[in-house]
């Protein structure tokens, strides 16, 4: 019997090494290595018992064979066949999904913890079970906390997938037990809303991989959730749940049964610290779609963004508020991260940012003061840092704005990450509102990516923005000349310098507060 080899991959990345190495050549991470033992493989052409004949120069000289396609088709063989989607329940997640869930679909959710993950997917869950059958898997609770959170969110389970498993028993007991409770007027509510709207709802807490594809292949639910993939093993393999090796094969498996049973999978996944998907990289691979659950602890608002969609656009957001029973969807997202537009403030500006094909109006706020320290400060919120520094050095080369010595911030309302240079003109008016003590116009959006040269060069979707812009009340817009935008009922500023926008946005003195 030949001995079985040693290798050592790395947890974060997924390097493989026939050594032990305190550092991952591959990322650069401190002892992330573990040891794993090399399962024996076999090549493609020995299962094929291709091995003995000759491939290659060989055998083509050999080959009388005219071209004629074994297993292949030609593309104008495949029927047309309309891709259909089934509602959520949440408008803001079809949207990100591109329209809705596509049946035998693989969905991955990402997101850092206490984030909101499982509440969104048990709320989804329980909108689909009134009507299809919707299987939850809980590898990281039991069944009682997951009944706890069922009921903060008004959702309850008629039925319980494993029935040997002892919290499964308590629960099902509690349930028919309520039948005798007729004083207890909230046990009665939960009871009726079990019995009419979620007998398709049913809950399997396992880790355990081959349980799972048991129960996929004999319930055949419509919707199958898995929270999460982190903790789900294989017992074949050697390594601890959540290694590379683990989250691949559990990953495949589900995949393959989804595929031929047509079950649409919504997977829960982890995140490094870093805000990276743990795991390895074929893990968002395999997968259809990968949404991005993002969101500050401290505000109450959470953003779902399309990283990777093969059904639809990537870079959608969906806007969720996070309250007292569970996750309430934005519709109007502008809103909520827009200031108040009828109080005065100096240093702040009005941008249309475009987050897939969703324009948002964002506020932006500045704040340029003397450095009470040798070098100046520059820090941003939902602006990228080095965008700053760049738009700052073009405002003192350029405009003859002296701010190499200033501190100065930057922040976005509500903590909405902006990203594109479409925001550039935005940002360089509200620095020099900031320190001219001047108030723009709050009924003004500005356009524009900043040049190098002092140039407001054009952007994208423009028409879009000045739509969004002028269904919130919006007066007037300053826009990169030679972008010729439909008449929307506003005033149209073009211009080409950032030093000509400086002029028409900013007034040469403050405006009294009787104006």
Known sequence: MPKQKIKYVCGECGYESTQFLGRCPGCNTWNSLKEEKEQTTVTALQRLGLTDIGIGSQASEADDSSGQPRASFLLSQISDQTLSRMPSGFEELDR????????????????????????????VANQLSSRCRVLYVSAEESGQQVKLRSQRLIVNFSE???????????????????????????????????TDSQENLFLLPETDLEVILRELESLKPYLAVIDSIQTIYFASLTSAPGSVAQVRECTSALMQVAKRENITLLIVGHVTKDGALAGPRVLEHLVDTVLYFEGDRFASHRLLRSMKNRFGATH???????????LKEI?????????????YSSGTSTVVSMEGTRPIVVEIQALVSP????????????????????????????????????????????????????????????????????????????????????????????ELRLREAAKLGFKKAIIPK???????????????????????????????MGN
């Open 371 to 462: 450095a009470s320290h040798g070098a100046p400060r520059r820090s941003t919120t939902g602006i990228d840092g080095s965008r700053l520094q760049q738009i700052l050095a073009v405002l003192e080369k350029r405009v003859g704005i002296p701010l190499s010595k200033l501190d100065t911030y930057v922040a976005t309302v509500g903590g909405l990450s902006v990203e594109e240079p479409a925001a550039d003109l935005g940002v360089a008016i509200a620095v020099v509102a900031s320190f001219r003590d001047r108030v723009v116009d709050p009924r003004t959006v500005l356009l524009g990516e900043v040049g190098l040269g002092g140039q407001v060069r054009p952007i994208s979707q423009l």
């Open 316 to 326: 959608e957001i969906g806007v969720f508020e996070m309250v007292a029973n569970g």
């Open 160 to 194: 319980i997938g494993d029935k040997d498993d002892v919290s499964n028993v308590e629960i099902h007991e509690d349930l028919s037990s309520n039948e005798n409770q007729e004083n207890d007027s909230h046990s009665e509510s939960i009871r009726d809303s079990t």
């Open 482 to 512: 030679g972008q010729q935008p439909p008449d929307l009922g506003m005033r149209i500023l073009p211009i080409a310098k950032v030093i000509d926008a400086i002029i028409a946005a900013i007034p040469a003195q403050p405006p009294t």
């Open 331 to 343: 519709l109007n997202p502008s809103e909520l991260f827009l200031g108040s537009r009828d109080e």
């Open 96 to 123: 990100v999904l591109g329209g809705g869930i596509v049946p035998g679909s693989l969905v991955l959710i990402g997101g850092e913890p206490g984030i909101g993950k499982s509440t969104l997917l048990l709320q």
